[in-house]
């Protein structure tokens, strides 16, 4: 079992930079592939991100390419979403998700195990 707690949403104005932050505990973190995904209202659950196990394998969605990057830091169980020059499309709830095989794109949710509760991120225009 992986238990996640995401923190840092918030209220940013159009161009600033937020970081996410996804602390991990329970089996071991280091094996895991982990993503990040978002959902804004009315909308489904999209992909943003995924890592591999070691954090030598980044994959972003077009939408964030560029803008946003994913890391990982497997002393401290803990991986992080910088995001900069941020949109107002951006706004949504933010969640981490773990993968416990590492068959798989890890582009959709069902590919992932364990999530997160979720943070808000808006972003004014």
């Known amino acids: 079992q992986v238990q996640l707690v995401e923190s840092g949403g918030g209220l940013v104005q159009a161009g600033g930079s937020l970081r996410l932050s996804c602390a991990a505990s329970?089996?071991?973190?280091?094996?895991?592939?982990m993503g990040w995904f978002r959902r804004a209202p009315g909308k489904e659950r999209e992909f943003v991100a995924r890592?591999?196990?070691?954090?030598?394998?980044?994959y972003y969605a077009d939408s964030v390419k560029g803008r946003f990057t994913f890391s990982r830091d497997n002393a401290k169980n803990t991986v992080y979403l910088q995001m900069n020059s941020l949109k107002p499309e951006d706004t949504a709830v933010y969640y981490c998700?773990?993968?416990?095989?590492?068959?798989?794109?890890?582009?959709?949710?069902?590919?992932?195990?364990?999530w997160g509760q979720g943070t808000q991120v808006t972003v004014s225009s």
């Open positions: 329970g089996r071991a973190f280091s094996n895991n592939v």
């Open positions: 890592i591999n196990n070691s954090g030598s394998s980044i």
């Open positions: 998700a773990a993968a416990r095989s590492y068959a798989g794109t890890h582009l959709s949710p069902g590919d992932y195990d364990y």
